[in-house]
């Protein structure tokens, strides 16, 4: 379909024994916010990473609008890590225009609206930010794209509740609409209310992927309780 923007098949990663994918099928459209939900260890951030051409599948096939991950797909692909990459002594403009000079679909423009919004000089240095103001930060380089494809690897992880509401609000506001944002997190409560679909990841298989109103009307209860209750075996 001319709509496929993620395409995984028979998809698998090992390290050494151990398989931190099984065999994935998947599938997910364009236009869509889609959680990649799962307890640590189930294979998200291996999955994001081969999204993002950082790893190589052991066996199967990935295809990002088409493409291999390669140059191409990294230039429609707007990537945030689960750990601060950014040097303590950069200044925020420094950041500003190495993501001007890389991607050529950054907005100068809207990451100054977004900093302002948080009171963030680009005088600036990182290591004089609180963790919350860093997650805050990079959030705003990656969210100033017109990407294809936005890889969210926890990104309300260990921040406070004012700081997840700011940052899934950001995110809401501030991507390409034709795009997908695919929103790695094991904190399901807090990134429901913003979800089209919903991807479960059990030791690197896939093993429900709906939309998150077909979970509500089949199960009768939230995609929350519906992650509390088939993980809750696995504990």
């Not at 889609?34 to 096939?61: D, F, H, M, R, Y």
């Amino acid at each position: 379909m001319a709509n496929e923007l993620i395409v995984c098949r028979g998809l698998s990663k090992r390290y050494g024994g151990v398989r931190a994918l099984d065999q994935v099928e998947l599938t997910v459209g364009e236009g869509k916010i889609v959680g990649l939900l799962g307890p640590n260890g189930s294979g998200k951030t291996t999955l994001i990473k081969l999204l993002c051409g950082l790893l190589q599948p052991s066996e199967g096939a990935l295809q990002i609008a088409g493409m291999s991950p390669g140059p191409a797909t990294k230039a429609r692909v707007s990537y945030l890590p689960d750990q601060m990459y950014f040097p303590d002594w950069m200044k925020v403009k420094d950041l500003l225009e190495l993501f001007a000079d890389f991607y050529a679909d950054f907005s100068r423009e809207r990451a100054g609206q977004m900093l302002d919004s948080l009171g963030i000089q680009e005088s600036q240095r990182v290591k004089t930010m609180s963790k919350g103001t860093k997650e805050k930060m990079q959030l705003v380089l990656v969210m100033s794209r017109d990407a294809r494809l936005y890889l969210l690897d926890e990104p309300i992880a260990g921040v406070d509740p004012a700081a997840r509401e700011f940052i899934l609000n950001t995110i809401l506001r501030n991507y390409n609409e034709k795009g997908t944002v695919l929103i790695s997190t094991h904190l399901i409560g807090d990134v429901e209310q913003v979800l089209d679909e919903a991807i479960f990841l059990k030791a690197g298989r896939v093993i429900r992927h709906e939309a998150v109103d077909t979970i509500r009307e089949q199960e009768g209860m939230s995609v929350d309780a519906l992650f509390r209750e088939i993980f809750r075996a696995s504990v």
